[in-house]
């Protein structure tokens, strides 16, 4: 892990995910953790081991799925993040991201620059996270070089590295995003569980 003690495996089409990666960095700010990003395809993790997403996403007028997103406007609220969801583009195709977010892999601070640009393009103005085109320009004003980046993206390198972060997301028993590491064998799920991550991170658990 190169010395960062958390682990956090997540996809770019995610509203949960979006607003525990706004947490994570007051985290990160509070506390010096230190932390490294593994962009996945999460909907590779949901066809494996919880395709019952499918499911849940059909039932629109299931009352758990409803009171979910009440709960997630107000936890975005709480955090300060804009939530503008579902957009018309939900649920998200999220490969073309995901595989721009993996060509940042060894530059971890343009891979949160970007990876931030993205979560406010796609749940902030509601732009499409699956057109290259948008993800580029996103990258672009954030200060990045998006066409080299969409050139890596398309690398076998690249492509391979996506695969092989959600193949071991998978392994090590996570089941969608954000899933979250410590020390390498203690798993935690969701923006809800960050004080768990902060907890074990400070030896209080």
């Known amino acids: 892990m190169n010395g960062e003690r958390v682990e956090f495996f997540y996809d770019l089409s995610s509203p949960w ?28 993790v949901f066809n494996a081991v919880n395709p019952s997403v499918y ?19 107000d936890w975005a ?8 969801f579902p957009s018309i583009y939900h ?26 640009a993205a979560f406010e393009s796609y749940f902030g103005a509601q732009e499409n996270l699956d057109d290259p085109d ?12 998006g066409e080299t980046m969409r050139t ?14 959600t193949d071991e997301v998978i392994a090590r028993g996570g089941y969608g995003s954000p899933t979250i590491f410590v020390d390498t064998d203690k798993m935690y799920f969701g923006n809800d569980q960050l004080p768990l991550v902060e907890a074990t991170f400070l030896g209080k658990i």
Request: hydrophobic share 50%.
């Open 17 to 44: 995910t979006y607003i525990a990666f706004h947490n994570l960095d007051v985290l990160i700010a509070r506390t010096g953790v230190s932390v490294r990003l593994r962009p996945i395809l999460v909907g590779g």
């Open 55 to 73: 499911a849940a996403r059909e039932a629109a007028d299931n009352p758990k799925f409803k009171h979910s997103w009440r709960v997630m406007r």
């Open 77 to 84: 609220k709480l955090a300060g993040v804009e939530i503008n």
């Open 91 to 116: 649920p998200a195709k999220s490969i073309h991201a995901m595989r721009m977010a993996c060509s940042l892999a060894d530059d971890q601070v343009a891979l949160k620059t970007f990876s931030k």
């Open 134 to 145: 948008v993800l580029v320009a996103v990258a672009n004003k954030a200060g990045l070089n």
């Open 152 to 165: 890596a993206s398309q690398t076998d390198a690249v492509k391979a590295l996506l695969r092989a972060n």
